[in-house]
């Protein structure tokens, strides 16, 4: 499968579970939507992702990637610590600048 380089790197740093460098993958004033919550910008997106990492300790394996211009659809299996793991999830992305300004999980 084809990733852009940021989606591939974003799923390489999920997988090591690392925040700090997960977050970089985003612009500065990206907006994440997860679990029915908003994140604006990298401090509160970088809180979102150190939180989920310690409790659910998700591994995300992709099965699918879909781009059409500067939006994308990632489909990935995310394998951890959650009821129903593992779950088949969306993770519908805007790109900018080879950056992720917004991105929305669904189940």
């Given amino acids: 499968m084809n990733l852009p380089v940021v989606i591939s790197k974003l799923v390489a740093t999920q997988n090591a579970l690392d925040s700090e460098a ?3 993958c985003f612009t500065e004033q990206a907006v994440v ?3 029915g919550k ?4 990298k401090g ?3 809180q979102w992702i150190e939180h989920s990492n310690q409790e659910y300790r998700a591994l995300m394996k992709p099965l699918n990637y879909e781009q059409t211009e500067n939006e994308g659809v990632l489909t990935a299996e995310v394998a951890g610590t959650f009821p129903g793991s593992p779950a088949v999830l969306q993770f519908y992305l805007t ?10 999980v669904t189940g």
């Fill in 22 to 24: 997960y977050t970089e």
């Fill in 33 to 35: 939507h997860d679990e």
């Fill in 38 to 41: 908003t994140h604006h910008g």
């Fill in 44 to 46: 509160e997106i970088q």
């Fill in 95 to 104: 790109l900018e600048n080879d950056l992720i300004c917004a991105l929305k």
